[in-house]
């Protein structure tokens, strides 16, 4: 979605729902921002210093989720669905108040979000998108986790790759470019956990609100979720949902190719600090020209508009 404009949304939207970790409700409402903003959430339930921007900078903690907290110590946490969601329909700008620390986790993907977003029309602005182009390989390995970026002219492509000693979760891969791919697998992939690990979870104080409506759960060999899985690789989908969402932190539309093995919310946070301390290997612009591969096949909803 190489939109020329940045965008956001063309009126005011409500919704509301439980935290996965912290079991408490949220009251959530998202507004129009302006151009050049990025994505600011607010923490209506303070008085004071209760704007927190959603930048990769402001990430402390990327354990089980993505928590952010601003200068002053206010949280929101588990905002990569929702950042996710905005990504995936072209969202740039947009204040989200919220009335607790969690984002609602719904039904543990981006589905319910991009329902919810798509009830409102998107409005242009009048500033150009900006992109984060990258020009050299990174690379960031973390013990067996690895995490690289390579150049791609047009486009973020994901090409992630999970290994579990599970057999149900397993070895599973995929490859998505957000620009020309069918992305209904990723937005519908939900959360998920082995069964054996809850009670780990719990005792952390996590995964208060966790339950088989918000993520797929793994017994040995089975899901015991009804009805199953959403896709065949809903797991490794998730994970390519959450890394798009933590991308977005980085303020820009972001044009390379990922190849990730065994990543999560951490490994992502830092690798765009690291992204961001290697100034030659990435170049930052508003929207010009993008040259698109002949072989593609441009429709309408993927068409980029050649702007100088
Ligand atoms: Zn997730």
Do not use: W
């Not at 949220?26 to 921007?53: A, H, M, T």
């Not at 409005?123 to 150009?128: F, I, M, S, V, Y």
């Not at 999560?264 to 591969?293: C, V």
């Amino acid at each position: 979605m190489n939109e020329v404009y940045q965008q956001t949304l063309s009126d005011q939207l409500n919704f509301s729902g439980k935290g996965l970790h912290t079991g408490k409700i949220s009251n959530v409402k998202i507004l129009p921002g302006v151009e050049n903003q990025g994505i600011i959430f607010k923490r209506v339930d303070l008085e004071n210093n209760n704007l927190i921007k959603a930048n990769f900078s402001n990430v402390t903690s990327a354990k089980l989720c993505t928590t952010l907290q601003n200068e002053f110590g206010v949280q929101v946490s588990t905002v990569e669905h929702l950042l996710a969601s905005l990504y995936i329909i072209g969202i740039d700008n947009a204040v989200i108040e919220i009335d607790n620390v969690e984002v609602p986790i719904m039904d543990g993907s981006a589905k319910d979000f991009l329902e919810i977003l798509k009830k409102k029309e998107i409005k242009k602005l009048n500033a150009k998108r900006k992109y984060l182009k990258i020009l050299d390989k990174i690379e960031l390995v973390d013990g067996k986790r690895e995490i690289s970026i390579e150049p791609n002219e047009t486009a973020l492509e994901v090409n992630f790759q999970l290994n579990y000693k599970n057999n149900v979760i397993g070895n599973q891969k995929n490859c998505v470019n957000f620009q020309f791919d069918d992305l209904t697998d990723i937005y519908q992939s939900r959360t998920f956990c082995l069964f054996d690990d809850i009670e780990k979870i719990k005792k952390l104080g996590l995964a208060q609100g966790g339950s088989l409506d918000n993520a797929v759960v793994v017994k040995d060999d089975k899901v015991l979720n009804d009805g199953g899985l959403r896709n065949k690789k809903e797991f490794v989908n998730h994970k390519i949902l959450d890394l798009v969402g933590d991308f977005l932190l980085s303020g820009y539309r972001v044009l390379g190719k990922v190849n990730c093995y065994q990543g999560g919310h951490e490994l992502t946070n830092n690798f765009l600090r690291k992204i961001f301390s290697k100034k030659k290997s990435y170049e930052l612009f508003q929207h010009k020209d993008i040259i698109i591969s002949k072989k593609i096949n441009l429709n309408q909803s993927t068409k980029i508009a050649v702007n100088a």
